[in-house]
């Protein structure tokens, strides 16, 4: 697949990301079986205090520190420190893996294929028909 093209599913955006940088990427697709069960150690105290991910410009994550350097505009010389992580919450990395596929909504999924799958062609379809759906709003 060329840039020329529309990549119309995951497919297509693995053939692209592959054929990027003259073929010299290796492409791993993610499955399920390897993604760890990680848990959420944020709190939600503090989260309320912190800006939106979307006004972030720079953010910089430091070995050894439990923080998050960010920077709102690229003008700014310091990063200023965002502590959002629970006093207790241990940082270890999950010894299980995730149990089940995350999902979509089926609110989502319907809209996308109202949408979206006149636009592409019907072999291309099967993709977005058969993502995984999920009712909860845990992640």
Same mark, same amino acid.
Request: glycine residues 4%; charged residues 35%.
């Given at each position: 697949?060329?840039?020329?093209?529309?990549?119309?599913?995951?497919?297509?955006?693995?053939?692209?990301?592959?054929?990027?940088?003259?073929?010299?990427?290796?492409?791993?697709?993610?499955?399920?079986?390897?993604?760890?069960?990680?848990?959420?150690?944020?709190? +939600?105290? @503090?989260?309320?205090? =912190?800006? !939106? /991910?979307?006004? %972030?410009?720079?953010?910089?994550? $430091?070995?050894?520190?439990? &923080?998050?350097?960010?920077?709102?505009?690229?003008?700014?010389?310091?990063?200023?420190?965002?502590?959002?992580?629970?006093?207790?919450?241990?940082?270890?990395?999950?010894?299980?893996?995730?149990?089940?596929?995350?999902?979509?909504?089926? +609110?989502? @999924?319907?809209?996308? =294929?109202? !949408? /979206?799958?006149? %636009?592409?062609?019907?072999?291309? $379809?099967?993709?977005?028909? &058969?993502?995984?759906?999920?009712?909860?709003?845990?992640?």
């Amino acid at each position: 697949m060329d840039y020329s093209t529309s990549a119309y599913d995951f497919d297509d955006f693995l053939s692209v990301v592959g054929n990027s940088n003259s073929k010299k990427v290796e492409v791993v697709e993610p499955k399920n079986e390897g993604i760890r069960d990680w848990t959420d150690g944020h709190s +939600a105290v @503090k989260s309320k205090k =912190l800006p !939106k /991910l979307a006004d %972030l410009k720079v953010v910089q994550l $430091r070995r050894g520190s439990r &923080s998050m350097f960010v920077k709102i505009s690229h003008e700014e010389e310091d990063f200023t420190e965002l502590d959002f992580l629970q006093k207790k919450f241990q940082l270890k990395m999950p010894t299980t893996l995730r149990p089940q596929e995350k999902g979509i909504e089926e +609110a989502k @999924k319907r809209d996308i =294929l109202k !949408k /979206l799958g006149p %636009l592409m062609p019907p072999n291309r $379809r099967l993709f977005w028909s &058969s993502l995984h759906v999920s009712n909860t709003d845990k992640e």
